[in-house]
């Protein structure tokens, strides 16, 4: 592919449309960031989700930086300082990986949701955002509590995804990539927001009834 094409390519009406909503939004988080006294990292952090996602990260970051009770905001800052430092590494690497095959991608004339909601490219991007969760408020009681849920839920459905893809090619050798590429990435992305939404839902006190 020349030059000329990959221009028209990204001149397209829908990539000047994903540009433009990315941009505002990146602003607006920079914006509300310095409103509400966001850390760089949270910034940055949000900043390189909108990369990745786009527009779409706006609802997240509205619910995810809304004003929480303050049982929610406990937190033990010192405790975790080692393992926030790995997830930002981990979620850097996560990131940067999952924007360079979104871009190489769209050089070949792939469509951008088509790319971003691919099984494989779930999975990664559930991983880089479990990563950024973690590195930004992993040391935050509430945060850590539906980390739990939300990382059993991709377990267990993730673990099914894999064994049923293995199951269903039973007799071919492409049962563990089916599973691996898949019906795992997908079972880990259904898992993981299922089991947040529960651990949204469902308080401490309701589980314990």
């Known amino acids: 592919m020349n030059l000329s094409a990959i221009i028209n390519?990204?001149?397209?009406?829908?990539?000047?449309?994903?540009?433009?909503?990315s941009l505002l939004t990146i602003i607006f988080i920079l914006w509300d960031g310095r409103r509400k006294e966001l850390s760089?990292?949270?910034?940055?952090?949000?900043?390189?989700?909108v990369l990745m996602f786009g527009i779409i990260v706006v609802p997240i970051y509205l619910y995810k930086n809304r004003e929480l009770p303050t049982i929610s905001n406990q937190s033990d800052t010192s405790s975790y300082i080692v393992p926030r430092v790995v997830a930002t590494i981990g979620a850097l690497f996560f990131t940067i990986f999952q924007i360079f095959v979104i871009?190489?991608?769209?050089?070949?004339?792939a469509r951008y949701l088509a790319i971003v909601f691919a099984p494989p490219s779930l999975g990664?991007?559930?991983?880089?955002?479990?990563?950024?969760?973690?590195a930004l408020r992993?040391?935050?009681?509430?945060?850590?509590?539906?980390?739990?849920f939300a990382i059993?839920?991709?377990?267990?459905?993730?673990?099914?995804?894999?064994?049923g893809g293995i199951v269903m090619t039973l007799g071919s050798n492409l049962g563990p990539l089916v599973g691996i590429f898949f019906t795992g990435p997908i079972g880990l992305f259904l898992g993981f927001v299922g089991g947040y939404f529960y651990s949204i839902f469902h308080t401490p006190e309701q589980i314990l009834k």
């Open 152 to 163: 059993k839920g991709g377990l267990i459905l993730g673990g099914i995804g894999f064994v």
């Open 138 to 148: 992993g040391h935050v009681l509430e945060s850590r509590r539906r980390m739990k």
């Open 124 to 134: 990664i991007e559930i991983v880089a955002i479990f990563c950024w969760w973690f």
């Open 103 to 109: 871009h190489n991608q769209l050089l070949m004339e």
């Open 9 to 21: 390519n990204f001149a397209s009406p829908w990539n000047i449309g994903l540009f433009l909503s």
């Open 40 to 49: 760089t990292i949270e910034k940055l952090g949000w900043i390189l989700l």
